[in-house]
């Protein structure tokens, strides 16, 4: 047994083989440093663009932030004057006071939206327009409405020449001059203000058409109504001239019609003329006046 033994032990002693290191077995690991430093350098290469970026955006960053601290404290950009153009019924010193900016101010940080929409919430300004000229000046350009008429919608308004009411009058400084239009009302104004911008436009128009021959009186009320059309009141005597609905060639030819009928009539008879009808649609060249007993 002993022999035997000894016997087994030593084959298996000359049969077992000697195994070569790990290192050696995997010719991956033996190349893994190489590996290793290649996959560095493309990951390396790879996010150099980013890291240039971040360090570009960082450096921007930074001469941005310089440039703007710079811009908005540097008294260089105080402004120093406010020049405004087109403001001629507020004035240019108007127009200063209702904004939202002063002399002294960092021209920068001015708030243009704010300048605009301050002005523009003003009755009589119909489109502002704010911008800045370096180094130290703000600019304003104001297109201010135009009064055309007086509205009576139960209190005197203003018109402009299209027909839209942008204020209540002060009779003491505002619509001196101006004809009055009547016969719309403030509830039918409220109700449909398209359709009083039209009736205040067709008076306007009309108006307009009537002042083309010097010959005829001065007219100082236009009734624009849906019942009897247009009537001018003269200035000096109330002397209703009633139109109807007449405009473009009809109104012309009223109008005509209404000279040759003035011209028939003696100065006495001018005076105690109280309304003059030339509204017949059926005859439009004939001619009623009424006059006072």
């Not at 300048?115 to 180094?135: G, N, Q």
């Not at 019609?257 to 649609?281: C, G, N």
Request: proline letters at 5%.
């Amino acid at each position: 047994m002993p022999s035997e033994s000894r016997l087994t032990l030593e084959r298996a002693r000359r049969n077992r083989r000697r195994t070569p290191p790990l290192r050696e077995r995997l010719p991956e690991l033996r190349e893994a440093p190489g590996h290793l430093a290649d996959a560095c350098g493309r990951a390396l290469r790879r996010a150099a663009p980013a890291m240039l970026l971040v360090a570009v955006a960082g450096a921007v960053g930074t001469a941005g932030w310089a440039g703007y601290r710079f811009v908005t404290t540097s008294p260089r950009f105080a402004i120093e004057a406010i020049e405004v153009a087109g403001a001629t019924t507020l004035g240019p010193d108007g127009i200063r006071d209702r904004i939202p900016v002063a002399l002294g101010d960092n021209l920068f940080l001015a708030d243009l939206d704010a300048v605009e929409s301050a002005l523009e919430r003003e009755p009589w300004i119909a489109e502002a327009t704010a911008r800045r000229e370096l180094p130290r000046t703000l600019v304003i350009e104001v297109r201010e409405r135009r009064a055309a008429a007086l509205v009576d919608l139960d209190g005197l308004y203003l018109a402009d020449a299209e027909g839209h009411v942008f204020k209540r009058a002060r009779l003491e400084s505002e619509g001196k001059g101006l004809p009055v239009i009547t016969g719309i009302g403030r509830d039918a104004y409220a109700t449909d203000p398209d359709g009083a911008a039209e009736r205040i436009r067709l008076g306007l128009e009309t108006l307009a058409a009537w002042a083309e021959s010097k010959g005829r009186p001065a007219v100082g009320e236009i009734r624009v109504d849906g019942r009897h059309g247009t009537t001018l009141y003269t200035f000096d005597d109330a002397v209703a001239i009633r139109l109807g609905e007449a405009a473009g060639e009809r109104l012309l030819a009223r109008l005509d019609t209404f000279d040759a009928a003035w011209a028939a009539l003696s100065p006495q008879e001018r005076q105690q003329a109280r309304a003059i009808h030339l509204d017949h649609d059926t005859r439009p060249d004939h001619v009623t006046v009424a006059f006072t007993r």
